[in-house]
C-alpha cells in the first residue's frame, strides 16, 4: 500500500545502515507486513524513547512528577516480566 498525503502510518527507528536511512514507516491499515521489512535493523530503544517515553511525558509531563527512578528500579521493570 503506497503512502499518501494524510495517511496515518507507524514510524519505525533504524540503527545505522550501509543506505544511511534513519527511518521507515508504514501505514496503519496495512495487514501484510513483507519480511525484508522485518528484518531491517530496528532501533528497538530509541523507537520505546520516541513511543512510550515521549507519550507518557505529555500526559504527565504537566504534574511535574520526577520519574527518573522509576527507569533505573528493579521494581518498574519487574513490571513487565513474565
Not at 519505525?12 to 531491517?40: G, H
Request: with cysteine; aromatic share 10%.
Amino acid at each position: 500500500m503506497e503512502i499518501t498525503d494524510g495517511m496515518k502510518t507507524i514510524v519505525c527507528k533504524l540503527r545505522p545502515n550501509a543506505l544511511k536511512m534513519t527511518s521507515v514507516a508504514y501505514p496503519i491499515d496495512e495487514n501484510r507486513i513483507p519480511e525484508w521489512f522485518q528484518e531491517l535493523p530496528f532501533d528497538h530503544e530509541l523507537m520505546e524513547n520516541t513511543i512510550i517515553d515521549k507519550k507518557l511525558d505529555n500526559l504527565i509531563g504537566v504534574l511535574k512528577w520526577d520519574l527518573s527512578d522509576a527507569d533505573a528500579s528493579e521494581q518498574f521493570q519487574s513490571l513487565f516480566e513474565f
